[in-house]
């Protein structure tokens, strides 16, 4: 059975950092891209990152070299490390799997529960 679990998420203050994992089970991580979106209240889902098989990476929001992601495929691991949290970055953090890198929710066929990160003070 395929699973996607985030953790790392948490409450941070601006300026701060936060590193996120989706942990992976049930299927072949090198086979597929893992793609991080979030969920702000109030909006729809936005295409954050998304690592390729082949580790190509693309950022889909205006991130400033402000996220990270990596994986590790004998973890079963994708990571996002976000630096300089803005309270904008408050969302709900979730990966999802898919054959190829799209900015569209619609082309992940599963995806995590989320994780939560809010940027206050």
């Known amino acids: 059975q395929v699973h996607l679990v985030e953790s790392g998420g948490g409450l941070v203050q601006p300026g701060g950092s936060l590193r996120l994992s989706c942990t992976t089970s049930?299927?072949?991580?090198?086979?597929?891209?893992i793609a991080w979106f979030r969920q702000a209240p109030g909006k729809g889902r936005e295409g954050v990152s998304c690592?390729?098989?082949?580790?190509?990476?693309t950022y889909y929001v205006d991130s400033v070299n402000r996220f990270t992601v990596s994986r590790d495929n004998a973890k079963n691991k994708v990571d996002l490390q976000i630096d300089s949290l803005k309270p904008e970055d408050t969302a709900v953090y979730y990966c999802?799997?898919?054959?190829?890198?799209?900015?569209?929710?619609?082309?992940?066929?599963?995806w995590g529960q989320g994780a939560q990160v809010t940027v206050s003070s």
């Open positions: 049930g299927f072949t991580l090198d086979d597929y891209a």
């Open positions: 690592i390729s098989q082949d580790d190509a990476i």
């Open positions: 999802a799997r898919s054959y190829m890198c799209f900015d569209l929710p619609t082309k992940y066929d599963h």
